[in-house]
C-alpha cells in the first residue's frame, strides 16, 4: 500500500516560516520524482517545486529565492523549506510521487496540509 503523509502545515504571519515534510511509503522512493503542488477553492492544483530522482529541481516563479525543496532518500522523506511567507502562498499543500513501476507510470498524491498565512 502507498501511503503519502504530509505533516508541518499551519498558521503562520507573513515574512515567518514553515517546513513542510511528506514520508512516503510503498515505491521506492530513490526513484521516484517528488513534487509539492498547492491549491485554494475554487482553483487549479499548481505546481510549487519539484526534486528529480537525481536531485534536480524546479520551482514556481512565485516561490522561488523563497522555497527549498529537498529530500532524504534514507528517510523516504521530502521536504518544502518555506520562508518569507506570503499571504497568497495560503493553499492546501499536496505532496506527489511519479515514477515508473512494472513498465506503468504511477502517481501518487497525499492528503494535503493545510498552510495558512496572516498579513
Known amino acids: 500500500q502507498v501511503q503519502l503523509v504530509e505533516s508541518g502545515g499551519g498558521l503562520v504571519q507573513a515574512g515567518g516560516s514553515l517546513r513542510l515534510s511528506c514520508a512516503v511509503s510503498?515505491?521506492?522512493?530513490?526513484?521516484?520524482?517528488m513534487a509539492w503542488y498547492r491549491q485554494t477553492p475554487g482553483e487549479q492544483r499548481e505546481l510549487v517545486a519539484s526534486?528529480?530522482?537525481?536531485?534536480?529541481?524546479k520551482y514556481a516563479d512565485s516561490v522561488k529565492d523563497r522555497f527549498t525543496i529537498s529530500r532524504d532518500n534514507a528517510k523516504n522523506t521530502v521536504y518544502l523549506q518555506m520562508n518569507s511567507l506570503k499571504p497568497e502562498d495560503t493553499a492546501v499543500y499536496y505532496c506527489?510521487?511519479?515514477?515508473?513501476?512494472?513498465?506503468?507510470?504511477?502517481?501518487?498524491w497525499g492528503q494535503g496540509t493545510q498552510v495558512t498565512v496572516s498579513s
Open positions: 506527489s510521487a511519479v515514477g515508473i513501476r512494472g513498465g506503468l507510470r504511477y502517481v501518487y
Open positions: 510503498g515505491i521506492t522512493f530513490s526513484r521516484a520524482t
Open positions: 526534486i528529480s530522482n537525481s536531485g534536480n529541481t
